[in-house]
């Protein structure tokens, strides 16, 4: 088994729809992150955890929401899909230990018509 | 925030040949790493090689290796006896030595053909 694992893998849905992409771990890491790649533009960060009680927004934050719901699990949530955020979505863990590497989940593709 | 700029969108290379990756960064810091990523069509992010700022000595990785130049903020990749497993997207990517998450920032990637 992988050891990030992301829910759906893919996924089709219409304008307006509430999705939730899910990522869980089993490698023990407390830093979970959320990326979204498009094309010609690489990975771009939504948002990060530390741990539970600490989430934090990245770099393209807005129309994304996360929840932290234990440890081992992070969500992220588009509460009205719009079809600009047809994308490829990625999880990743951390370590704490700073030179440690990220972990990536194989990506849930998401289509938004 | 730091930048990471791969000014080459696309490579090609024949199989057995070497071939350069190129990645520049924008930093004022003197604590960071560097990290070369390859997805291929699979779209699983793999690691390839990793480089510390701190350390002089360029990283290598089998037939993967890097040419650090700190005071140029360069950072580019070379693949030598290129084989066709090697055709896939390459990512540099910058992360930043304090501790603010520790996430990090890519380059908008490579895309590197490998022909017979």
């Known amino acids: 088994d992988a050891d990030v694992t992301q829910t759906p893998r893919n996924r089709i849905t219409k304008t307006g729809k509430r999705i939730m992409l899910e990522c869980s771990q089993t490698k023990g890491h407390d830093r979970m992150y959320w990326y979204r790649q498009d094309p010609g533009l690489g990975l771009r960060l939504i948002y990060y955890s530390f741990d539970v009680k600490d989430i934090n927004k990245g770099e393209i934050s807005d129309g994304y929401s996360v929840s932290r719901q234990a440890q081992a699990k992070f969500s992220l949530s588009l509460e009205s899909a719009i079809p600009n955020q047809t994308a490829l979505y990625f999880c990743?863990?951390?370590?704490?230990?700073?030179?440690?590497?990220?972990?990536f989940g194989e990506g849930s593709r998401l289509t938004v018509l | 925030a730091q930048t990471v700029t791969q000014s080459q969108p696309e490579m090609s290379v024949q199989e057995a040949e070497t071939v350069t990756l190129s990645c520049t960064y924008d930093t004022s810091e003197s604590d960071y790493y560097l990290f070369w990523y390859k997805q291929p069509p699979s779209r699983q992010m793999i690691l390839v090689i990793r480089?510390?700022?701190?350390?002089?000595q360029n990283a290598t990785e089998n037939r993967f290796s890097v040419n650090f130049q700190k005071a140029a903020k360069s950072f580019s990749l070379k693949i030598s006896d290129s084989q066709l497993g090697d055709a896939a997207m390459y990512f540099c990517?910058?992360?930043?030595?304090?501790?603010?998450?520790?996430?990090?920032?890519f380059g908008k990637g490579t895309s590197l053909l490998v022909t017979p």
């Open positions: 480089q510390e700022a701190y350390k002089q």
């Open positions: 990517a910058y992360r930043s030595g304090r501790n603010s998450g520790y996430a990090l920032n």
């Open positions: 990743a863990t951390k370590s704490g230990d700073v030179t440690g590497e990220l972990f």
